[in-house]
């Protein structure tokens, strides 16, 4: 039997009405003569209401716990679509992690997938089951506990099970019908792609477009998954949505393909760190030690009057996610505790936003830095931070200016036309 991958995201599974809607989409594909393995999160704000609990009750939880309690919202919608699907007349049945069993690393609420038998699903669609519905964002670590995979780790277990099970397609349903030029909330002149190459889509993810979780992109280029993001709201069929694929596959492509921001930032500014070879080191070595997610860092002159140690010291910026900034700030006043660095203080800047433009076409393209400066001074906006790469340039500015930045940022580059 050829074998399909659909998995619905939170709002796609929010109440009973709209598993009904997502199990006729799955009853569409079993009458096609497909077997069908469904991936699903839990309803759309339990995940939130799950960690919000979890933090109420212990602010430095034990990771343990913590995925044990937030793993359960997708427990409720994998029971729920199999009951659905069964009153539909479409035989189906329900897996938890554990049940699978989704053997994972044991980094509890990041975990990675070390492998997926198949056997007992296999089994089921043997004994003549046509759909099985599997909890998303979940596994069993090797001390035998319930682990998950991150926020938006359903997308991840969709394209994990597609390469497991060699599924001719994985869909994901969501509440917008493609991945866009940029998110389509921001402004109504996103445009929606007809593909998109892998190593972009990989870019966007990471540099905070959320429609995929970062992880499922890998998984999916490095197994040859088919991944195709669609609206679980809209009528749909074999062309609707965006196919995420090889780069060969993609006719057209301009030097910029999409628009990508991110609200979790902070910036961090070491005032007068001595400026010495091994000081770079002495700094990032314990931020990394105690999990700190470094993203971009600059080094310049001090703000402070330099003159007074002239070429001695140097200020370090860097930016980590916003909840990190007091984990950060405790490794470095420890660290200059020990004596191994010294700085005047310490600036944490919370109101940041990262802003970044991704595109293959930059490789072989000069000048698109200056295109994107000139877009942001056009509209006054300051750059406090810059980071490149290969494929995309990053800048970390105000973040109540980020929505005005992507939109003339997307404007710039002149994504609106196809
Ligand atoms: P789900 O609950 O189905 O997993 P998510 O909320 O995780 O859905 O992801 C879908 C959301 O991703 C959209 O509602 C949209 O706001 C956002 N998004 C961000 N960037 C993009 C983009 N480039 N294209 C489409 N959607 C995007
Ligand atoms: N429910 C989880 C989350 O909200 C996983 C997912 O939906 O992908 O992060
Ligand atoms: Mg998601």
Redesign the pocket.
Known sequence: MPLLVMKF??TSVADLERIGNAAQKVQREVERGYDVIVIV??MSG???ELVGWVEQTSPLFDAREYDAVVSS??NVTAGLMALTLQEMGVPARSWQGWQVPINTTDAHSAARFVDIPRDNIDRKFQEGFKVAVVA??QGLGPDGRITTLG?????TTAVAFAAAFEAERCDIYTDVDGIYTTDPRITSKARKLEKIAFEEMLELASLGAKVL?TRSVELAMRYKVRLRVLSSFEDTDENSGTLVCDEDEIMESKVVNGVAYSREEAKITLVTVEDRPGISAAIFAPLAEAGVNVDMIVQNISEKDYEDHPGSVTDMTFSVPINQVERARKVMEEARAAGTISYEELIADTEVAKVSVVGIGMRSATGVAARMFKALADENINIKVIATSEIKISVLIDRKYMELAVQALHDAFGLEMA
């Open positions: 995201g939170g999160s839990a339990r995940t939130n919202g997708e998303g964002f926020r938006g780790g359903s997308d979780q």
